[in-house]
């Protein structure tokens, strides 16, 4: 483990949550919204049922739900409140919030500027799961390096 990894009291470090994983009731429809609305590219599908996606710095899997996986879900439809896509700038906000009306996806929240600073709306994947599009001056401004 590197020094800059390390925090004083011993543990690592964080990177933030690059990786996550769904469970989905159609992998090739949710593969084609997460490359439409979100740039994800196709790393690897080892199978019919599993796809790996990378934005070339965060990774999202899908997996096949089988009818015996569906979890139980509250009133709501969901377990998961709801992921989030970090963006630039407002702009892209509302150009993105533009695309998704245009094409008829569903809109949970429409954009909204928040008290601390931040601009986001909410949409529904195929599976009804939350995202979030969000502009957050401290963590937009961040850039991250591919290189490795």
């Given at each position: 483990?590197?020094?800059?990894?390390?925090?004083?009291?011993?543990?690592?470090?964080?990177?933030g949550?690059?990786?996550?994983?769904?469970?989905?009731?159609?992998?090739?429809?949710?593969?084609?919204?997460?490359?439409?609305?979100?740039?994800m590219?196709?790393?690897?599908?080892?199978?019919?049922?599993?796809?790996?996606?990378?934005?070339?710095?965060?990774?999202?899997?899908?997996?096949?739900?089988?009818?015996?996986?569906?979890p139980?879900?509250?009133?709501?439809?969901?377990?998961?409140?709801?992921?989030?896509?970090v963006?630039?700038?407002?702009?892209?906000?509302?150009?993105?919030?533009?695309?998704?009306?245009?094409?008829?996806?569903?809109?949970?929240?429409?954009?909204?500027?928040?008290?601390?600073?931040?601009?986001s709306?909410?949409?529904?994947?195929?599976?009804?799961?939350?995202?979030?599009?969000?502009?957050e001056?401290?963590?937009?401004?961040?850039?991250?390096?591919?290189?490795?």
């Open positions: 483990m590197s020094e800059a990894s390390a925090r004083q009291d011993g543990r690592s470090r964080g990177h949550f690059r990786h996550v994983a769904l469970k989905v009731t159609d992998v090739a429809v949710s593969k084609t919204f997460y490359q439409t609305w979100f740039d590219a196709v790393v690897w599908e080892p199978d019919a049922g599993t796809v790996y996606m990378s934005s070339g710095i965060d990774n999202l899997a899908l997996h096949q739900m089988a009818d015996g996986d569906r139980a879900r509250p009133p709501d439809g969901q377990a998961l409140d709801h992921l989030g896509f963006v630039d700038s407002p702009d892209s906000v509302d150009r993105l919030y533009r695309r998704v009306v245009d094409a008829g996806v569903t809109v949970v929240r429409p954009p909204t500027r928040h008290r601390d600073g931040s601009y709306f909410y949409l529904a994947d195929p599976d009804a799961i939350v995202i979030q599009v969000l502009y001056p401290r963590i937009s401004a961040v850039r991250v390096s591919t290189a490795t």
